[in-house]
Structure formats: C-alpha cells, structure tokens
C-alpha cells in the first residue's frame, strides 16, 4: 500500500507529460490499482490457515473474468491499456475472494509503523530483492513498446494477458497432486511412479495429438 502510495505521487508528477501523450492515460491510471489489488491479497493468512487453494480459487476467478472481458471488449481499434483495465477487474474480484475466503470480509486499512520499520528492516535484502525482480519481469513490455512498433507491443501484451488467464489454471494441478505424491511415495518409490505414469497418459496423450 505505502508503495502503491508512492507511486501515486509519482504519476500525479508525471501528468502534465502524460496530459501531452493521452494514449499512456488509460496505462498509467491502471499502474496504482494493479500493484495495490495484486500485492494486498490474504494468500499469507490462507498459507498460515492452510486454506492455499482458496487463494488458487481466487486466482483462476480473477483470470476466468480478465480473459473474458479481454476476448469480449477488446478488439484492434481498442485504446492501449484496455488489457491492463481488464487485467484490473479480474484482479479486483480476486482481491475480494481472497479476503472473503480467509476472514469473510475486507479488512480495515490500519497502520503501525513501528512494526513496519522493524519489519522493512529485518528483512531489506529480501524486500529489495523482490522490488527488483518485479522491475526487470515488467520492464520488458515498455522495452518492447521501445525497440519495436506498438502494434508488436500490444500483440505482445494480448499474448501475456491469454498466457497468464492459463497459468493460475495449471498452477492448481500440482497444488492438488501433491498430498497424493506424498502418500504413494510413503507406500514405495514402484507405487510413486506407476501413479505418474497413470495420471501423465491422459496428459501426453492431449500434447501429441
């Protein structure tokens, strides 16, 4: 949220530049709420409730409603950033499911700052680290809009948007498969691998053809 903030400021800064280049508008009005929508959700008090499919739940929810809106309204004549508006509705319903499934409801905005400085201070390196990696898996969009034409950019972008509606959808199959990985391996290692040669089949089957 205090990031979130921040970045606020800085797009109010930037909005004289941005009131000369309309077409970024719709983009930067998004950059705030994605960022604020996506990093709030209660996946830490699901893992600690161990309830983390929820979260996964929540994830497809958000993907189902982003890959929708973005196959139903979005089409070339569409103004750049409309993935991105998409992308926010899908992570705002996401954002509610997380929070209903862990505590029934939104929580309330509360600070206490002592506890965020010794919190931002135990564990900087880790906090700058994932700022970092953050940076650099989002940089190579503008990257493109740069080195290349915005029409390749936003191919690009729709391509990331369709992939990213299949991920959370791919990530549940192992969060599932896991306890059951355990259990046959508990029986023996023969056991583990005719389970995963079993479940595989139908899967290679679908790839090959």
Do not use: D
């Amino acid at each position: 949220t205090i990031i979130a903030g921040g970045l606020a400021l800085f797009i109010v800064a930037a909005l004289p530049w941005l009131w000369q280049h309309p077409q970024y508008l719709l983009a930067a009005a998004c950059v705030v709420p994605l960022i604020f929508f996506e990093s709030n959700q209660a996946l830490w008090i699901l893992q600690a409730e161990e309830k983390t499919p929820a979260q996964y739940l929540a994830n497809v929810a958000s993907a189902v409603i982003s890959g929708t809106l973005i196959l139903v309204f979005i089409g070339p004549s569409s103004p750049a950033g409309s993935e991105m508006l998409a992308a926010l509705g899908g992570l705002i319903v996401a954002f509610g499911l997380s929070w209903r499934f862990a505590q029934r409801s939104v929580p309330r905005l509360q600070y206490n700052w002592k506890a965020i400085r010794k919190l931002a201070g135990g564990t900087k390196w880790l906090f700058i680290s994932a700022i970092v990696t953050y940076g650099y898996t989002r940089f190579e969009q503008p990257m493109i809009g740069w080195l290349r034409s915005s029409e390749e950019l936003g191919v690009y972008r729709g391509a990331w948007q369709i992939t990213n509606s299949v991920q959370p959808i791919l990530a549940i199959v192992p969060l599932l498969l896991y306890p059951k990985l355990v259990t046959w391996r508990n029986i023996s290692l023969a056991v583990l691998w005719q389970q995963q040669k079993r479940i595989s089949m139908p899967f290679a089957s679908v790839l090959l053809s």
